[in-house]
């Protein structure tokens, strides 16, 4: 959650049974009269301390989105869409690349949608994916990417860069116009825990709103909030000891339930072919919750060597520098320290899982622990460092 929210071995249960849809037809012409963003109406202001958590109404857009209404016509009879047909949304993530993996692992077809970039992402063509290019921002590149689309898979986030409302709020809210007008037949959104609690939070509050316009929107959806990633604490931890820098942690008693993004993608791949879930909201967290005082402990054990700590009283954390590392998804340091409040409370990010591994049918002892994740990346890490010590050596001997 903090961070911007590998070696697979996967067994692919069958794809053939999960839709008794395949005859809907997939709606290839998209109306012209869609509402652009811009003239939408969201509840973000730019400062936010104008959003007051009793306060909080969900203003719907003073245009009414005509994609509602779009699907209704019935277009020429179209082409039927294969439910194998997967259009991957910000897919060189850390969970996107995940979940391409994934469903390529599974047998899906995957098309990536990512912004035309200098260097492009290969890595996904040359795991057997179809890279597409097009740009959240700009809502005219959005519906060329969609035809023949069964499901859209939604990972994206904004860069640290630009403005939050860009692609979080305003690019949504195009994505899921066009997925509606378009005939989409289902469509999933990772959100984050709590977001509902937390409206002083632009991001949080952003995730709430586009939860309940693709609620309102009507189509098949699935929304998984998410608590935090494992991925994020290698280079903000485990590097920095490894490096002999100095990392920080806080005083504070805010605990994480990290997750795998492997495992979040397994699980999201299970939800998806669940026919009882259209519409419903899940909550994925890890095995169990960590303060970073802990996290950094572990990875002292696993490294063999003690970390240069910087312990940050959460109130100096406030006002230091500190915390552009810390969370980087954003440059706007009123929204960084909206995040730092809920981030140095007492807060719990996590929720019971035995509800969810039940529905899913999920057997909890396959979800990847910290330890063990963390314990996989340093073996493999200091067996190249011994590795390229004893080349080292060798060559020492010749010269």
């Not at 869609?34 to 104008?50: A, E, G, Y």
């Not at 009283?313 to 969370?327: G, K």
């Not at 063990?372 to 460092?385: E, M, R």
Request: charged residues 20%; glycine residues 6%; positive net charge.
């Amino acid at each position: 959650m903090a961070g911007r929210l590998a070696a697979q071995v996967a067994t692919s249960p069958e794809l053939h049974h999960h839709h008794h849809h395949h005859h809907q037809q997939q709606l290839v012409s998209w109306k012209r009269n869609l509402v652009l963003p811009s003239q939408l109406q969201p509840v973000f202001s730019n400062s936010s301390s104008s959003l007051s958590a009793k306060g909080r109404s969900y203003v719907r857009p003073l245009v009414t989105c005509t994609a509602q209404t779009a699907a209704s016509i019935n277009y020429a009879p179209g082409t039927p869409v294969r439910p194998t047909s997967i259009l991957v949304v910000g897919a060189t993530g850390t969970l996107g690349r995940q979940i391409v993996r994934r469903a390529l692992d599974e047998g899906y077809d995957v098309r990536c949608l990512v912004r035309p970039r200098p260097a492009p992402a290969d890595f996904l063509r040359d795991w057997g994916a179809t890279v597409v290019n097009a740009d959240l921002s700009k809502p005219e590149t959005i519906p060329a990417t969609l035809v023949g689309i069964h499901t859209v898979i939604d990972c994206a986030t904004g860069r640290p860069e630009e403005p939050i409302k860009t692609v979080d709020w305003e690019g949504k809210v195009a994505l899921i116009q066009c997925a509606k007008a378009m005939g989409i037949q289902k469509f999933v959104f990772f959100s984050i825990h709590n977001c509902d609690k937390h409206p002083e939070v632009p991001l949080m509050e952003i995730k709430y709103c586009t939860e309940k316009f693709l609620r309102d929107s009507g189509l098949n959806h699935v929304t998984i909030r998410l608590c935090g990633f494992m991925q994020g604490l290698i280079g903000q931890y485990a590097v920095p000891i490894l490096e002999e820098k100095s990392v920080w942690g806080t005083d504070a008693p805010t605990r994480i339930a990290y997750m795998d993004t492997q495992d979040i993608a397994r699980l999201t791949f299970i939800a998806l072919r669940n026919e009882k879930l259209g519409g419903k909201l899940l909550t994925f967290a890890g095995p169990r919750a960590w303060t970073t005082q802990e996290v950094i402990t572990l990875c002292e054990r696993l490294a063999g060597q003690d970390a240069n700590v910087t312990t940050v009283p959460v109130s100096i954390l406030r006002f230091t520098r500190q915390l552009t590392r810390f969370f980087q998804w954003t440059n706007d340091v009123a929204d960084r320290l909206a995040f730092s409040e809920v981030l140095t409370s007492d807060i719990v990010f996590s929720v019971p899982m035995n509800e969810t591994y039940k529905l899913l049918g999920v057997d909890p002892k396959d979800i990847v622990t910290l330890e063990k994740y963390l314990q996989d990346y340093f073996t493999n890490i200091l067996k190249k460092l011994k590795d390229l010590k004893a080349q080292s050596k060798q060559t020492d001997i010749f010269i």
